[in-house]
């Protein structure tokens, strides 16, 4: 329940910032005088605005979005000689990395995961979860740190919000003049948006979105790779390797990850087909191969 709450007041806000957000801009909707054609200067500002507010604001509240979604613990003061050690390590990779420490966590996880979050490489949480703690070598947990570290420090979190705002935007225009041309040409509507323009503009934007999520997720494989060689830099290429086949050592226990979360964690599930191009990662194989050629 709290989950559902949480999800229609964060839609609720975003419909609200971007209603206002219009207003300020002199938005006089998306249809020109005459009705029937529309106004792609408009809607252009129309779907940029609802795009980038979904995607900024999900970024500006993400630290808080995966406390409550993970039951991430923050360790604010140390109660355990591994929670110092985690706290420290964290510290000793971030200023490794030329950023301020992040906020450092556990969530109460079976599966071996991590993931970082935060609106700015300076704002940042990094969570690991009790089942990696409990099973890997604290070579191997500092590797995946350095993983994260390496995230953040690249403002993966940033770039990705922006790229989805992009992806939102271009979706919801593209679907819209897809709606208006079934509504006008084969329907032969010329009275302002009937039911034909709604129907086709949501089928559209199903099937531009599912399209457009290989693209974004394309972005977010490539990533990883990037966050890999940062981690190989901050902890060792070796202590990466051993990190990487750990986890596919682990492969057979599902990671259980929030959507909001998937791209920005260490571990993803191997799918193949369509599934595999809207994979957040890339399989472990490849990446530990490239780990091995970077030498």
Not at 137 to 148: F, N, P
């Amino acid at each position: 329940m709290m989950r559902i709450l949480l999800f229609m007041a964060t839609n609720l806000a975003v419909v609200l910032i971007a209603s206002i957000t219009l207003s300020l801009l002199g938005f006089n909707g998306i249809m020109k005088a005459n009705g029937i054609h529309l106004d792609l200067g408009n809607l252009l500002v129309f779907c940029a605005v609802f795009g980038f507010a979904g995607s900024l604001f999900s970024l500006f509240i993400s630290k808080w979005m995966a406390k409550m979604s993970t039951g991430t613990e923050i360790i604010n003061q140390p109660r355990t000689h591994h929670e110092q050690w985690l706290l420290q390590t964290v510290e000793e990779l971030a200023h490794n990395a030329g950023i301020r420490p992040p906020e450092v966590g556990i969530f109460p996880a079976y599966e071996a995961n991590a993931f970082a979050t935060g609106w700015n490489r300076n704002e940042a949480l990094v969570a690991v979860s009790q089942g990696l703690l409990e099973r890997f070598s604290r070579d191997e947990v500092k590797a995946v740190l350095a993983h994260e570290i390496g995230h953040v420090a690249n403002g993966d979190m940033v770039t990705m919000a922006l790229l989805q705002g992009v992806v939102n935007t271009f979706v919801m225009f593209f679907a819209r003049i897809f709606g208006n041309f079934v509504d006008k040409v084969i329907f032969k509507n010329e009275e302002g948006q009937g039911i034909a323009y709604y129907i086709a503009t949501i089928v559209a934007e199903l099937i531009l979105g599912i399209l457009a999520s290989t693209i974004v997720m394309w972005f977010s494989r490539r990533r990883e790779f990037r966050a890999d060689d940062a981690g190989a830099r901050l902890a060792s290429t070796s202590a990466m390797i051993g990190a990487l086949q750990r986890l596919r050592s682990e492969q057979g226990v599902a990671v259980q990850m929030p959507d909001s979360l998937a791209a920005f964690g260490i571990n993803g599930g191997l799918k193949h087909g369509l599934a595999g191009l809207l994979m957040s990662h890339p399989p472990l194989e490849a990446r530990i191969e490239a780990l091995r050629q970077r030498g």
